[in-house]
């Protein structure tokens, strides 16, 4: 029926589909913009977005903005647990294999070792050495260091380049990683379950009603951001100081959880003004999503489990599987078992990395 022609001339309704199609594909141009609303649904493989568009949000006045081009210094934030150490060492790995590959604009790297002293692997690796909190302001809860951390490094190190990148010990660099940050934009992984438009209530405890809407704090954690060095200078403490404070409230507290670190990066870089670019493509989270592409960093925080016909077992131990959680006290061993067929390449893809790293970097076992 459609488009069928009617004495030559197109029918109205296909004149109507076809200003539509253009008026939406014009839309889809000129804004960039797309706000992800996340679903309800609490279930993780529902929530992942199919979005071939890896910007999901420029903010508007970057439009316009050239990219920086410039260096980004890779900060990573660790412990010296062995499960930290070991993630560390093949972080680091990858960093220097992608490091100076076409299209990357990493600068230096340091592990920001915020146990207090120094470990078994500051001649493996570029590390500089900051204080925990307090005893006991953390609860118990370690990641709450990390700001801590942050403002401590910031303050002590000297540090060439101009913008930096928070990273975490389970990430992994799959591609060279360019500057994804806009001038005065960092540049953030929107993680579907942080939504402060669904936690206004709690939300405006620390971020009250006369700094703006509650959506001008974006769905993102601290990591991975790629933030320009004087803003994160200004935001860690206020960061700091935020997380402090939702540890603090028990009703925040229950409600964010584990990820009250990231709701209060959130929280600190909004009421600092600072809107990030959000970017799909900075990082994927095997198994959910399916294939490496063009993303840029692997984070294995989440369980791969499979049985041998290759179908995911999510939360039920897989006859395969790939867990960082199984290797709490110690590396993992190297040359670990390749997935069977049928399971996506990025879980695959996940494991090469990791057997690829143990096999070169020197004394993998020595350091259990
Ligand atoms: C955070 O900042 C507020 C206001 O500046 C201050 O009153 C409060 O004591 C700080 N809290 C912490 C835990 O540092
Ligand atoms: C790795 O393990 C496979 C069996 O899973 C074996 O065939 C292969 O020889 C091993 N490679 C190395 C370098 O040990």
């Not at 592990?111 to 925990?132: C, K």
Request: glycine residues 6%; charged residues 25%; contains cysteine.
């Amino acid at each position: 029926m459609i488009g069928r022609k009617n004495n030559g001339r197109p029918s109205p309704m296909l004149l109507v589909l076809l200003a539509l199609g253009f008026f939406f594909a014009t839309y889809n141009l000129l804004t960039i913009i797309i706000h992800i609303k996340s679903s309800n649904s609490g279930s993780l493989a529902a929530d992942r977005s199919e979005l071939s568009d890896p910007l999901t949000r420029m903010p508007e006045e970057t439009r316009r903005a050239e990219s920086s081009n410039s260096k980004f210094h890779v900060a990573l934030t660790a412990t010296d647990a062995p499960y930290s150490q070991w993630q560390c060492r093949i972080m680091y790995y990858w960093y220097k294999k992608m490091k100076d590959m076409p299209g990357s604009d990493m600068g230096k790297f340091t592990r920001v070792l915020h146990s207090g002293s120094p470990d078994n692997l500051m001649e493996e690796i570029p590390t500089f050495v900051v204080d925990p909190l307090p005893q006991g302001l953390d609860r118990g809860y370690i990641v709450l260091n990390r700001p801590w951390a942050f403002v401590q490094w910031l303050e002590k190190a000297t540090i060439k380049e101009e913008y930096i990148l928070m990273a975490e010990p389970d990430h992994v660099f799959a591609n060279p990683l360019p500057n994804l940050a806009k001038g005065n934009h960092p540049a953030a992984f929107p993680f579907f379950y942080i939504k402060p438009d669904q936690n206004e209530k709690i939300i405006r405890k620390f971020y009250p009603e006369e700094k703006g809407p509650v959506n001008n704090v974006d769905p993102i954690g601290n990591s991975p951001v790629i933030i320009k060095k004087s803003l994160l200078e200004d935001i860690a403490p206020t960061w700091v100081n935020i997380s402090l404070r939702m540890k603090d409230d028990p009703e925040t507290d229950k409600a964010f959880g584990w990820v009250l670190e990231m709701y209060a990066y959130a929280v600190a870089s909004a009421l600092h003004g600072v809107r990030h670019i959000l970017r799909k493509d900075f990082m994927l989270q095997p198994p959910w999503d399916l294939e490496v592409g063009n993303k840029f960093i692997i984070h294995y925080t989440y369980g791969c489990d499979y049985n041998i016909k290759g179908e995911l077992t999510y939360g039920k131990i897989g006859e395969w599987r790939f867990d960082k959680r199984s290797y709490l006290s110690g590396p993992p061993p190297k040359n670990l078992s390749l997935p069977p067929p049928g399971v996506p390449e990025s879980v695959a893809r996940l494991v090469k990395m990791v057997n690829e790293a143990t096999a070169n970097i020197p004394g993998w076992d020595a350091l259990s």
